[in-house]
Every structure is written in C-alpha cells, then in structure tokens.
Nanobody
C-alpha cells in the first residue's frame, strides 16, 4: 500500500482547507493523524473504507469532516473554522484491517503512512 497526501498550505484563521490522500492497494481503514511542532502525534479522524463508518477526535468533531471516494481511491479531510492550533504536519495512514471503532484512533494499528502535508494557520 502506498499513500500520497496533498492539499496542505497556509490559511488565515477561520478559513478552510481540504486535504487529500490517494492510495494504491487494498485498505480496510484509513485515518488522518497530525503532529504539531513540539507535540506528540495526535489522532484526527478515521474512516472504514467499505462501510464509511467514521470516528473523530472529540476536540475536532464539528470542524473536520473525513470522507472517501472509492472510485478515486482517495480519502479527504475537509477542515473548516481553522485555528492557529491546527497548525501541524498532517499524515494519512492505512490499515488493511477493518478496525473496530475503538481501535481507529490508535496509531499502532496502522501499517502504512503517507509523507505528510504541512498545514499552517496564521494571520
């Protein structure tokens, strides 16, 4: 499985960005994680590829939306009402397993990682 993330960039606070992650190979669950400068990796959202079941970090629910397009083999992260604290490198990850909801947020269950795309939110 190979993952290619894109869509990062600079945005003013309150703005929106959409990240994309295109995959090759079979995946059961895909997710977004992020790592802000000086902080640990943080779960953002995940989607089970076949059933579209999603899970979000509680702190981001309502501002971020994860989706997938099976025809394009692409996962998306629509981010709105961006805040400076959303500044981070965003990584897409994949597992070939259809993870249970309780496991979706654990990075240890993901075997494949994209290269990361940087999001900067500042005025």
């Amino acid at each position: 499985v190979q993952l290619q993330a894109s869509g990062g960039g600079w945005m003013l606070p309150g703005g929106s960005l959409r990240l994309s992650c295109t995959k090759s190979g079979r995946t059961g669950t895909m997710a977004w994680f992020r790592r802000a400068p000086g902080k640990e990796r943080e779960f953002v959202a995940a989607v089970r590829w076949g059933t579209h079941i999603t899970r979000y970090a509680n702190s981001l629910k309502g501002r971020f939306t994860i989706s997938r397009d099976g025809a394009k083999d692409t996962m998306y992260l629509q981010m709105s009402s961006l805040k400076p604290e959303d500044t981070a490198a965003y990584y897409c990850a994949a597992s070939q397993a259809s993870l249970i909801t309780g496991a979706m947020a654990d990075h240890r269950h993901y075997d494949y990682w994209g290269q990361g795309t940087l999001v900067t939110v500042s005025s």
